[in-house]
């Protein structure tokens, strides 16, 4: 079975930064592109980053471009989003998502997502 | 990047009766090479992460029940639910990633009437 855990997020100053981490589990993680999406509280979906199965490719929307940054390391199973600068807006619940089946497809498994909260 | 706009924001449907929602994408999602609609649909209930409904536009995901359809090419895009069941109570999106930066729509709130 599937399994996507997200973890790190929590309460950060503005400016501040924080780490996620989401463990993969039950599928060949190095075979699989992986992204974050993120929601901010009753709001909808945002796209924030995408890495492709060996982490040599990197695609980032505009709004965190320069700001954060989506690594994996494949021995773990593990992704990351080292996100710096924080800002108020940058607050959501953070999804890690696997694409259904390899390839340029659509986001098949969720995790549960963290939480980020920037507020002084 | 490419704006996916919903339409309706919110509707209340009967039990039983038929639930639709409407997605424009501001170009064209339409893969020449392979005439694959790169256009997914989500379904969100609260606390919970989105699930995959539809994905090419119109293919439905293993386990989705057939009272959900997708259908449209290009640009415009529908979910349909034939008959509102109550726990289709949600949120829907829809999402494309034909480009390398990935877009959703706002989302379209569904409730029983």
């Known amino acids: 079975e599937v399994q996507l855990v997200e973890s790190g997020g929590g309460l950060v100053q503005p400016g501040g930064s924080l780490r996620l981490s989401c463990a993969a589990s039950?599928?060949?993680?190095?075979?699989?592109?992986m992204h974050w999406v993120r929601q901010a509280p009753g709001k909808g979906l945002v796209w924030v980053s995408r890495?492709?199965?060996?982490?040599?490719?990197?695609n980032y929307a505009d709004s965190v471009k320069g700001r954060f940054t989506i690594s994996r390391d494949n021995a773990e199973s593990t992704l990351y989003l080292q996100m710096s600068s924080l800002r108020a807006e940058d607050t959501a619940v953070y999804y890690c998502?696997?694409?259904?089946?390899?390839?340029?497809?659509?986001?098949?498994?969720w995790g549960q997502g963290t939480l980020v909260t920037v507020s002084s | 990047d490419i704006v996916m706009t919903q339409s309706p924001d919110s509707l209340a449907v009967s039990l039983g009766e038929r639930a639709t929602i409407n997605c424009k994408s501001s170009?064209?999602?339409?893969?020449?090479?392979?005439?694959?609609?790169?256009l997914a649909w989500y379904q969100q209930k609260p606390g919970q992460p989105p699930k995959l409904l539809i994905y090419?536009?119109?293919t439905r995901e293993s386990g989705v029940p057939d009272r959900f359809s997708g259908s449209g090419s290009g640009t415009d895009f529908t979910l349909t639910i034939s008959s509102l069941q109550a726990e289709d109570v949600a949120v829907y999106y829809c999402?494309?990633?034909?480009?390398?930066?990935?877009?959703f729509g706002g989302g379209t709130k569904v409730e029983i009437k």
């Open positions: 998502a696997r694409v259904s089946t390899s390839g340029w497809n659509p986001l098949g498994y």
């Open positions: 039950g599928f060949t993680f190095s075979s699989y592109w």
């Open positions: 890495i492709n199965s060996d982490g040599s490719s990197t």
């Open positions: 170009q064209s999602v339409l893969y020449s090479s392979n005439n694959k609609n790169y």
């Open positions: 090419w536009a119109s």
């Open positions: 999402h494309q990633y034909y480009s390398t930066v990935l877009t």
